[in-house]
């Protein structure tokens, strides 16, 4: 019978990386599965494969070839002919190379791929032969012709797909010529690209960009803006895009942040912030917001620019719920209209490494000034004299910021571990009085107390706000604890998703905190396992949790399509 060759290639990478040609040392192990013949040739050292098992077979490869450059930067006028030069170095064996020209695609990262469903653009030639036998440590230099598109676009990519046809490894079996016999085909393929930034170009083509959506998201806590653009004309086209978030519409300006391609996130300003968009390609465009957001309702305008001119703007409407971004109330809180405190917890200290004093700072971002006074509470809102502020009443004029020195007294029982809330009364210029408590202070004491976290279950909340997956945990301690969680999600596919949650938020002595780890919109249907783990201490065993469900089809409310269980994470050996 035939030989069932295993094609195995990565796939092209956006910048041009190549895709991996092994040289294979095969590590083969046995495991549960269906073949029905072991394998003869495993490693001495591995245990031997069963009748009855599958044969895993993890390989060390390394590419069969090398290219420099991957990627060909040249700066060219419309109509001039540029020769450009890719080198070729045989890794090892011998390969029989093809290279041709191919057109290029674009993904919402905005990463690169090939595109061979469509013809390749003629502006790009190949003038060195396009099939290349490659001996051991041969060399060879491909050599390309571009013409430089006579068009209005301020720059172009080409692509050249080079790629050998596979090395055909191991024959396990070739005592049985009547049997099935198993190889591994292992190829190597790079994605050369030429990039031309083409010079005396004034484009506007940006405007042709259609914005079409845009949103909040939440990243390890934090929100992320997303701009999704899309190029519906027959050019490649170079833009920038800049968003701002205001109260409304017609609201008064606020200061405007940068986004970028998430592909191009690693490179330095102010390269990171070139968008890049291919012809018929949607591309996301993101930030992480530079200043904390609250629950409420709010306008996000992106504004699209070349050679820093704004040629068009768009406008969406954006919702904030509370809870949405659980990381961001950590390092920033709302004090007041328009006033931030940050941090919201400060911790002080009598033992040994611990401050006895620490720093709060107040941030005006409102357009008036505002009359702010600090005073120190417990946590059932009686003035307390353990804590001192100093200055406790300032005034901050509009956009101003001021830092005040928060310190632990010599009063109050030094051996006990306290709390104080800050309660902050700020009256803007021709506004309202008003009050919150956003500010806990922990009072570290010479007692060795510790907290002690008590759990209940994982569930699945479909009630309050977005679905997520929500743990109620106690601290029946005497000492605060920063809640930190992680959340893992697997499918049948084996791919893991990684959730957090807590984010470092105190769970105070004798409360109870409920702890939301929210999954992605984006999860596709089907059956996963969830993990949780949350630490719980220095040398106290960490809370674990395991959850198995059925995620339905629909994405609205992204619920488990059958009624789900929660237990105790057995423990596992490896």
């Known amino acids: 019978m035939g030989v069932l060759g295993l094609l195995i290639a990565a796939p092209c990478h956006a910048q041009g990386t190549p895709l991996s040609t092994p040289k294979p040392k095969a590590k083969v192990a046995a495991i549960d599965g269906v073949n029905k013949t072991p394998r003869k040739n495993a490693n001495p050292g591995d245990p031997a ?52 020209t191919v057109a290029l695609t674009q993904d919402e990262n905005g990463t690169i791929f090939p595109n061979e469903k469509v013809p390749a653009p003629t502006d790009l030639e190949i003038i060195t032969p396009k099939s290349v036998e490659l001996k051991p440590d041969g060399k060879f230099v491909i050599k390309a012709r571009l013409r430089v598109p006579e068009t209005q676009s301020t720059f172009h990519s080409f692509g050249i797909l080079v790629r050998d046809s596979g090395q055909l490894r191991a024959k396990p079996n070739d005592d049985k010529p009547d049997g099935p016999r198993v190889g591994i085909r292992f190829v190597t393929q790079y994605l050369l690209r030429c990039d031309v930034s083409v010079q005396g170009v004034r ?191 300032l005034t901050l004029a509009a956009g101003a910021s001021r830092k005040v020195q928060v310190t632990m007294t010599a009063t109050g029982d030094q051996n006990t571990h306290r709390y104080v809330r800050l309660r902050v009364k700020s009256t803007p210029e021709g506004g309202q009085l008003a009050q919150t408590t956003p500010v806990t202070v922990a009072l570290v004491g010479k007692s060795t107390g510790s907290p002690a976290l008590a759990e209940g279950d994982l569930v699945w909340d479909t009630e309050h706000g977005t679905p997520a997956f929500v743990i109620h945990v106690k601290n029946t301690g005497t000492r605060h604890m920063p809640l930190e969680g992680e959340l893992l999600l697997g499918n049948e596919d084996g791919r893991p998703i990684t959730v957090r949650g807590g984010f470092g938020k105190w769970i105070l002595p004798n409360a109870t905190e409920r702890v939301r780890f929210n999954p992605p919109k984006s999860m596709a249907p089907g059956k996963y396992t969830a993990r949780l783990r949350i630490n719980a201490g220095e040398g106290e065993k960490p809370i674990e949790k395991r959850l198995e469900f059925n995620l339905g089809g629909t994405a609205d409310d992204q619920a488990p399509a059958e009624p789900t269980k929660s237990a105790a994470a057995p423990d596992t050996k490896q």
């Open 49 to 100: 494969a069963k009748p009855g098992q599958a044969v895993r077979i993890t390989e060390e490869v390394r590419p069969a070839f090398i290219i420099d450059p991957i990627v060909n930067r040249v700066e060219a006028r419309r109509g001039k002919v540029v020769n450009v030069e890719f080198g070729i170095t045989c890794q090892g064996s011998p390969s029989a190379l093809e290279i041709r």
């Open 203 to 393: 484009s506007d083509n940006a405007r042709k960009l259609l914005v079409n959506s845009a949103e909040l998201i939440e990243v390890d806590g934090v929100p992320q803006v997303h701009v999704y653009v899309e190029n519906p004309t027959e050019g490649p086209i170079e833009f920038g895009l800049k968003a701002q978030i205001r109260a409304s519409e017609e609201g008064e300006e606020r200061p405007s942040f940068p986004l970028g391609m998430p592909v191009r996130a690693n490179l330095d300003e102010p390269e990171k912030f070139f968008g890049r968009i291919l012809p018929g390609a949607r591309i996301r465009m993101v930030s992480l917001l530079p200043k904390p957001i609250f629950p409420g309702q709010y306008y996000l305008e992106a504004a699209m620019l070349s050679d820093n001119r704004v040629l068009a703007k768009s406008g969406f409407p954006i919702v904030v719920t509370e809870g949405d971004f659980p990381a961001q109330g950590i390092a920033s809180v709302l004090a007041g209209p328009s006033l931030l405190a940050s941090p919201s917890q400060i911790e002080l200290s009598l033992q040994r490494g611990g401050s006895r004093a620490e720093v709060l700072t107040f941030q005006n971002d409102g357009t008036a000034p505002t009359e702010v006074e600090i005073l120190p509470e417990s946590l059932d809102g009686q003035p307390v004299d353990w804590t001192a502020v100093r200055p406790n009443k």
